[in-house]
């Protein structure tokens, strides 16, 4: 797992210079920027996670590691992505050695810190136990004996196929076989004897290879092998190249030469019990209509292609095991073969590909029962069909086909349901033909399932028009509740399906039809509803849900809410339409949500619940949207206002309701609660939408501080709830154009109260973010910019109010009294913030203080020394000098040996 990670780790740091570089020569040096900076901040994660557990180790040997800010690494990132914003060559190159020097200083002191660990490991004593003799295991010890050995499966095969063995041999085989295809393609344009002439000599010279192969069996079998299967796909590739040359005149004597060939293969592969020559040829054999050059093959021609290579795999198959032959035939021809005929098919082919896809569904039904009866005689006792391939030949190869033959004939209902009986009916006969045979009973059991699976199509083919779609969705309402009291795996998978197909149908009458059908989506939503309802009522339905099926009913409940909200506007009438929506849609869910909750609802609710409630936030978000006018809300009447008030209040109880959600799932519960909760208060002031839409959170944020409850913190310390804050951080100082409403003095007014009070919420947050595992740098590094962020505009709305000086525009960087007064601002607040953390003793307080510190400096050196006049420079320089050296003297760095040192929110 840890090498997985690893592997990982060092594909993205790859990718990530490969997508810098590239975007550098092809001039988009943003993109440069963005991966540079991405690629330092995962090179130091990547660093920080060898770190963490050799400190884990260390702590167990009483090793002391000498804690490394990474302070300056975040810093010196910051210094270079501003000069590369800016185009500062010399500034992205200082940002980028001090990063460089910074690191290298913090791999030298892991390292010292890993070297003192080996060595302490050196000399303590090993315990006995761990000491094992080298004493080489027995060949045929009771244990070997006793181990069983795991099947493997189609990708261990595979793996074992390509790099065991002999490599060299495979990899000449693949490039010969590449060459073979470019000399035809080369001898069919350009050389001078006569096409039939040339593939001749191919064949020849193929044929004469696996004829060598076949005598050389005997001395080396794996090369003898890797011959024949290449003398076999050349011979493929070059009947192939004749056919569609017409060197070969029509299709029938082709498919005979093909049938040749393919027996040929059957022989060889039987008689020297070799699947790996059956995969190597069947393989080529299935890849050869893409190395033509002419012409594309029609769909019936590619389909009924891959039907003799298919009666070939069911010849092998049926008389040995070979289960990876079956699923590589199965996925070809569904993979490719499907995708072929979709792409190339035509509505004059519909009754050729009908018998086609028929005979393909025959022969792999043939398949699975014919492979699972060879591997249930050889023991009964083990046999299960635990891989999802092999489930496949017996469930997914009859209901693929079926769907392919539902789709071809879509508008004829007569050919859906007979198709639907037929195979009703051909799983009957199987079953009853193979109950009797003990060997094959969990096969019977399937067929059994197969037959009343179409079976059960049938009512709702028959249905007209969009009632087919109420047909469906009302059946897999009721086969899912059928399966949930029966306890049937099947069952339940079925119902699903149809409520797909009935979702799929939906959207083709809904385009089809002239009028709006409410009708069926209502049903449409009512049995989707029903589905998660009655899957969440009782403790042994909850007890069945899978984790997909838990997937599958959060889609419900989004599409289910989606559709409900469209049909319920189109109930109501007039301005209250979305309102009423949203709100008779939240009481829905606040009754239902109470219910299930009395009835011991568990996890899979609240993910249903919670998909549910995105669409209502999506939906009131785009309310909000429609009533903004010049940066303010513009409410139709005072009712919308209260029932929006009203329905966000409700959806904000929804996501907390029950507590248990926090600890489930804390970033899903706080981005919906936040959300929420921003929604509803943008109804108290809409005429300061920044300033309303925080007042409810903060409110919820002093509420959850005074409770002082686990819960309610671990609320806080999602990151979702942080990036939130800092959204609204960032765009209300550069976006709000109500900051100067009901303005006094700095401080002493709305915007800039509500500024402050969010900047004190969000330092509390990050201190529960360093408690759930934040890096306490990158907290360190968040606290300070933003105090420096929200105090700086502070100081910028009252100069332009009283001084006239620039707002959110680039001449500020000019201006000298702005760059003075931000010097003096950011002196201000180290000089504060170290002289009390060096009274009370707070060596990181101290250390961000510091750190305000070092901006300043670099404020003083990147633009006070050119972007500003020569008395605002001087001024700037002697203050900043001389409050850090009343600094120096009063408020030294505490000393690092003392005993308790709380933390910034203390």
Not at 390 to 399: Q, T
Not at 783 to 801: A, F, K, P, Q
Request: charged share 10%; net charge positive.
């Amino acid at each position: 797992m840890l090498r997985g990670q690893s592997e990982i780790r060092m594909i993205w740091l790859m990718s990530l210079m490969i997508v810098a570089i590239s975007a550098w020569f092809l001039s988009f040096p943003l993109l440069t920027y963005v991966c540079g900076f991405a690629l330092l901040m995962s090179v130091m994660h990547y660093v920080d996670a060898i770190q963490q557990p050799a400190q884990a180790l260390g702590e167990q040997r009483l090793i002391a590691f000498r804690a490394t800010s990474k302070v300056p690494l975040y810093l010196s990132s910051i210094i270079a992505v501003v000069g590369g914003l800016l185009d500062w060559g010399w500034m992205i190159a200082a940002g980028a050695a001090a990063w460089i020097f910074f690191f290298l200083r913090w791999l030298r002191r892991l390292e010292q810190y890993l070297g003192q660990i080996q060595q302490a490991q050196h000399f303590l004593p090993q315990p006995a136990s761990s000491v094992q003799p080298d004493i080489p295991p027995l060949p045929f010890s009771a244990t070997a004996e006793a181990t069983p050995v795991p099947a493997p499966n189609l990708v261990q095969q595979i793996k074992h196929w390509i790099f065991d063995g002999n490599p060299v041999l495979k990899t000449a085989i693949s490039i010969l076989v590449i060459g073979i295809i470019l000399l035809l393609r080369f001898a069919t344009e350009h050389w001078q004897l006569s096409l039939a002439t040339k593939l001749i000599m191919v064949a020849l010279s193929s044929a004469a290879v696996t004829g060598l192969g076949y005598r050389l069996q005997q001395r080396n079998r794996s090369f003898a092998l890797g011959l024949e299967g290449l003398g076999l796909a050349a011979l493929c590739l070059t009947l192939f190249f004749a056919y569609y040359n017409a060197v070969i005149p029509n299709l029938l004597i082709a498919s005979g030469c093909f049938l040749l060939l393919m027996g040929l293969t059957l022989w060889l592969s039987l008689r020297q019990q070799s699947v790996e020559l059956a995969l190597m040829a069947m393989g080529m054999a299935y890849l050869a209509p893409f190395t033509l050059p002419v012409r594309d093959a029609t769909a019936p021609e590619f389909i009924g292609y891959y039907l003799v290579i298919n009666i070939a795999v069911a010849v092998l198959s049926s008389l040995r095991p070979w289960k990876f032959l079956n699923q590589i035939a199965f996925l070809m021809t569904v993979l490719v073969g499907g995708s072929y005929a979709f792409v190339h098919g035509s509505d004059a082919d519909r009754d050729l590909m009908t018998v086609l896809i028929l005979a393909h569904a025959a022969i792999f039904i043939w398949l699975g029962f014919r492979f699972s009866q060879l591997l249930a005689q050889q023991d009964l006792d083990k046999f299960k069909l635990k891989p999802a391939l092999d489930i496949g030949l017996i469930f997914a190869a009859p209901l693929l086909a079926y769907s392919s033959l539902y789709v071809l004939h879509f508008q004829d209902t007569a050919w859906q349901a007979g198709l639907s009986l037929l195979f009703a009916l051909l799983f009957a006969v199987l079953y009853r033909f193979s109950r009797h045979h003990q060997t094959v009973q969990l096969i019977a059991h399937s067929y059994l399932s197969l037959t009343l699976i179409f079976l059960a199509l049938i009512p709702p083919i028959l249905l007209p028009a969009e009632k087919s779609v109420m047909g469906w969705a009302i059946e897999g309402l009721l086969i899912f509740l059928l399966g949930l009291v029966r306890q049937s795996k099947i069952s339940l998978y079925l119902a699903m399906g149809l409520l797909v197909v009935a979702g799929l149908s939906s959207l083709y009458y809904l385009v089809e039809l002239i009028v709006f059908p409410r009708a069926m989506f209502w049903v449409l939503c009512l049995s989707y509803v029903g589905v998660v309802l009655l899957s969440n009522s009782r403790l042994q339905f909850q007890q069945q849900l899978s984790s997909s099926m838990i997937g599958f009913q959060c889609l419900l409940m989004l599409l289910a809410t989606t559709m409900l909200l469209v049909l319920l506007q189109d109930e109501w009438s007039g301005e209250l339409s979305a309102v009423l929506s949203l709100l008779t849609l939240g009481l829905a869910y606040w009754a239902v949500n109470e219910i299930l909750l009395r009835r011991q609802a568990g996890v899979a609710w609240l993910f249903s619940k919670w998909s549910g409630l995105v669409p209502l936030l999506l939906f009131a978000a785009g309310i909000i949207m429609l009533r903004m006018q010049q940066g303010s809300i513009v409410w139709a009447s005072f009712n919308e206002r209260l029932l929006f008030a009203g329905a966000g209040i409700i959806l904000s109880l929804l996501w907390l309701r029950p507590l248990l959600g926090v600890r489930t799932e804390k970033e899903w519960v706080s981005a919906g609660t936040l959300l929420s909760l921003l929604l509803t208060s943008l109804t108290l002031l809409p005429q300061q939408p920044y300033i309303s839409m925080v007042i409810l959170p903060l409110l919820f944020c002093g509420w959850c501080y005074w409770q002082a409850q686990p819960d309610w913190q671990m609320f806080w310390q999602a990151r979702s709830s942080l990036l939130l804050m800092l959204a609204w951080m960032i765009c209300s100082q550069l976006l709000s154009q109500q900051a100067f409403h009901g303005y006094l003095l700095p401080i002493l007014n709305p915007f800039d109260l509500v500024s402050i009070a969010m900047l004190v919420g969000f330092l509390w947050m990050l201190s529960l973010q360093v408690k759930a595992g934040l890096d306490r740098s990158m907290a360190a590094v968040l606290m300070v910019l933003s105090l420096l962020w929200l105090s700086s505009y502070i100081v910028l709305r009252g100069l332009h109010v009283y001084v006239g000086t620039p707002l959110n525009e680039l001449a500020l960087w000019r201006n000298g009294t702005v760059q003075l007064s931000l010097t003096l601002l950011w002196v201000s607040l180290a000089f504060v913030t170290m002289s009390w953390a060096s009274r009370k003793q707070l060596r990181s307080v101290w250390v961000l203080g510091g750190s305000i510190l070092v901006v300043v400096s670099l404020k003083l050196v990147l633009f006070d020394l050119s972007h500003i006049g020569t008395l605002t420079r001087v001024i700037s320089f002697l203050a900043a000098g001389a409050v850090m050296l009343i600094i120096a003297y009063i408020a030294p760095m505490p000393d690092p040996e003392q005993p308790v040192e709380r933390s910034p929110s203390e």
